[in-house]
């Protein structure tokens, strides 16, 4: 069995793939920085959830995995998440369209609550915001996209997140610093900051405590992904009740939801 890990930035997939076999994922003019050892495929999709699905896309494309794995760097919602904490949440809720994805696994949820994916970089006032609309526990730009497409095709999706930001914490302007491919750019983005000296404690508190959440993250992924666990669906919330029987109908993994219900028709 093929697993796929799909992280924003190249960065959050190390120390986890320091080992691994390096390449490149190459489709419709876009380049994936790509990694892989036995059964496990890693790539860094870029920010973003529309740069999450191209990248789930892809490793779909060129690997034909049966399970997606949405990992990386997430703000906390609670003020009981600290840097470096590990959330396996069960539910995803996309903020710009409010449709929910159920993560499941031989039948049994794993983890516990609700991640939201946002469309910007979620500061304070943001994040109060979004506890008050979703009851999340934590919040990403990215795993909306992975679900979305793990649910076409009829694939398992896990997701895991650390803890990079605490609740209460101030982030920079960050997004302004965001290309079109979903790149950090980091060069323009020290520039600016030591222009600002207000934002200097923070930047240098934003650099140890994602060092210490990759760490933490890539010891939770070595843990826990074997590459052999079975597959199953994700399905929103409303459809749930139908999980096992999409599951139990699909004769191969990587057929379409339309496919499979063609052919109960």
């Not at 003019?29 to 495929?41: A, D, E, M, N």
């Not at 959330?87 to 696994?105: F, M, Q």
């Not at 600016?192 to 933490?216: D, F, I």
Request: proline share 3%; glycine share 10%.
């Amino acid at each position: 069995m093929i697993t796929a890990v799909i992280t924003a930035l190249d960065r959050e997939l190390h120390p986890l793939v320091d080992e691994w076999t390096s390449t490149s994922l190459h489709t419709n003019g876009r380049t994936f920085p790509c990694y892989r050892t036995g059964g496990l495929i890693a790539l860094a999709g870029g920010i973003g959830s529309k740069h999450a699905e191209s990248a789930a896309r892809a490793v779909i494309e060129n690997y034909r995995p049966q399970m997606l794995v949405s990992a990386g760097l997430a703000g906390a919602l609670i003020r009981s998440l600290k840097v470096g904490s590990i959330v396996t949440p069960n539910v995803i809720v996309d903020a710009a369209t409010g449709t929910e994805y159920r993560c499941t696994l031989a039948g049994e949820v794993i983890g516990g609550g609700v991640l939201v994916t946002a469309q910007e970089v979620a500061g304070v006032a943001d994040k109060a915001a979004l506890v008050d609309r979703f009851h999340g526990l934590i919040v990403d730009m990215e795993a909306a996209g992975v679900a979305r497409v793990a649910e076409q095709f009829n694939l398992g999706f896990r997701c895991v997140k650390v803890i990079s930001d605490e609740f209460d914490f101030v982030l920079p302007p960050l997004d302004r610093f965001v290309d079109e491919q979903g790149n950090f750019q980091t060069g323009r983005f020290a520039g600016w900051a030591a222009l600002r000296p207000k934002y200097w404690a923070n930047v240098v508190r934003l650099g140890r405590n994602s060092s210490r959440a990759t760490h933490s993250l890539s010891q939770w992924l070595r843990k826990n992904l074997s590459g052999d666990r079975p597959a199953s669906a994700v399905v929103t919330l409303g459809g749930a009740e139908n999980a096992q029987a999409i599951a139990t109908e699909s004769a191969r993994p990587g057929r379409t939801r339309e496919e499979l219900n063609a052919n109960r028709k």
